[in-house]
T-cell receptor, first 111, second 112 residues
Framework: DAKTTQPPSMDCAEGRAANLPCNHS???????VYWYRQIHSQGPQYIIH???NNETNEMASLIITEDRKSSTLILPHATLRDTAVYYC????????????FGTGTRLTVIP | DAGVTQSPTHLIKTRGQHVTLRCSPI?????VSWYQQVLGQGPQFIFQ???????GRGNFPDRFSARQFPNYSSELNVNALLLGDSALYLC???????????FGPGTRLTVL
């Protein structure tokens, strides 16, 4: 079962920052927070992941609260091509642990 | 660099038939996982293989089977197809069993 809770949908104006929240209140100390997105009918695309510290890459920033029970994915300047379903997933650091997807957040970027 | 590739892109079968889906991982990746995504839901884990051995299996019937070859490519086989097997089948590869997974474009299977 998915161990994360995300809003089913969000809108964001083009050019503005998109902030996608995720609750993972039962996360354990040896679990990463992963974010993927899926544009219509394509395979999921890896975005970013983190354990404790905030992370940033060329696609997005990941902010994890100090108690690790929630996180926020930030797309700094949303474009129309960022319209997709965004999945927040917790996954153990070690072991052959596969991804358990929930229903994600459908982000619509509006012109 | 080439990403994960899957074939065929689309496939139409009838109930009771058998299907084989293929996946080639990113060069250097030794682990492959398969996922099923039905319309409106997130992907569901089916199998993981690493170094040609099965390392994990999701809650799918025995009609589903898979294997990994010495070049780390993989096949997913589904026997006695049902209408409910209609889905997007995704392959993901990673270097080792605990590393980040990268997905292919998927194979769209329609069972009539």
């Amino acid at each position: 079962d998915a161990k994360t809770t995300q809003p089913p949908s969000m809108d964001c104006a083009e050019g503005r920052a998109a902030n996608l929240p995720c609750n993972h209140s039962t996360i354990s100390g040896n679990e990463y927070v992963y974010w993927y997105r899926q544009i219509h009918s394509q395979g999921p695309q890896y975005i970013i992941h983190g354990l404790k510290n905030n992370e940033t890459n060329e696609m997005a920033s990941l902010i994890i609260t100090e108690d690790r029970k929630s996180s926020t994915l930030i797309l700094p300047h949303a474009t129309l091509r960022d319209t997709a379903v965004y999945y927040c997933i917790v996954r153990a650091v070690t072991g052959a642990n596969n991804l358990f997807f929930g229903t994600g957040t459908r982000l619509t970027v509006i012109p | 660099d080439a990403g994960v590739t899957q074939s065929p892109t689309h496939l139409i079968k009838t109930r009771g038939q058998h299907v084989t889906l293929r996946c080639s991982p990113i060069s250097g990746h030794k682990s492959v996982s398969w996922y099923q995504q039905v319309l409106g839901q997130g992907p569901q884990f089916i199998f993981q293989y690493y170094e040609k051995e099965e390392r994990g299996r999701g809650n799918f019937p025995d009609r589903f089977s898979a294997r990994q070859f010495p070049n780390y490519s993989s096949e997913l086989n589904v026997n006695a197809l049902l209408l409910g097997d209609s889905a997007l089948y995704l392959c993901a590869s990673r270097f080792g069993p605990a590393d980040t997974q990268y997905f292919g474009p998927g194979t769209r299977l329609t069972v009539l």
